[in-house]
């Protein structure tokens, strides 16, 4: 992982992050529906599962847009991580679920198997923590395979707890011919405003139409 401080000085969000941090906290959530017919294709036929392929592409898009990746480091300095990893939960037989976390790897094959291990070790867990160590660079990457929803919004208590990104998937629908996938982004108002998640929205959908694995 690779931490590059900012300058508060010359950041030109310096004045946003201030305001929507400490006059005016605030969060926001866009829901809308992705094809992700390609993808899923793809994936199914390598005889592999969306989950993972769903997590690998979420994880590369946000590589390519920093205003996501802010974060602090240990020494709790603001600035940007090179990568995040992406955060989720397993499903135990009874219903209950245990955080789990990957390490991002731009090699599907790597990640997979990565996503894969860390998803055996965690589902032997009894409790909400199936790995432990979380690392700061990651964001939270959850799906909810029982509901085709419109909206879904996170009500976190205490504000969101990092700048990162919350994702939230559903369960797909073929709709017109195509498997249309709802996403819920909810963004930290500092880091990211509308025009971010509408252009986060649009990559993603780019990275689902034409998925590339390495």
């Known amino acids: 992982m690779t931490f590059t401080p900012i300058d508060m000085a010359t950041w030109p969000r310096q004045q946003y992050f201030y305001y929507f941090t400490k006059m005016a906290p605030m ?7 992705l ?3 390609e993808t899923y294709d793809q994936l199914h036929e390598q005889n592999l599962g969306f989950f993972p392929g769903y997590l690998y592409l979420t994880s590369k898009v946000l590589t390519t847009m920093p205003e996501f990746r802010i974060g602090r480091n240990d020494e709790g300095q603001l600035g940007y991580f090179d990568h995040l990893n992406p955060s989720y939960t397993v499903i135990h037989d009874d219903h209950t679920i245990t955080s789990c976390w990957s390490e991002y790897d731009p090699d599907f094959q790597t990640f997979s198997q990565c996503v894969h291990d860390d998803t055996q070790a965690a589902v032997q867990v009894a ?3 199936g790995k432990a160590d979380q690392p700061s660079n990651s964001f939270e990457a959850g799906m909810l395979p029982w509901v085709h929803f419109d909206s879904y919004t996170p009500m976190p208590v205490n504000g969101l707890p ?3 990104p919350v994702l939230q998937a559903g369960r797909w629908e073929v709709i017109d011919g195509k498997r ?3 996403l819920s982004i909810t963004a930290n108002h ?17 990275a689902f139409s034409h998925p590339t694995w390495e």
Not at 27 to 33: G, L, W
Not at 190 to 198: E, F, N, Q
Not at 200 to 206: M, N, S
């Open 190 to 206: 500092a880091v990211a405003d509308g025009y971010h998640v509408s252009d986060l929205f649009t990559r993603l959908q780019q």
């Open 162 to 164: 990092s700048f990162a």
């Open 35 to 37: 094809d992700i017919t």
């Open 127 to 129: 409790g909400p923590v």
């Open 27 to 33: 969060s926001f959530t866009i829901s809308a529906k």
């Open 180 to 182: 249309m996938m709802p």
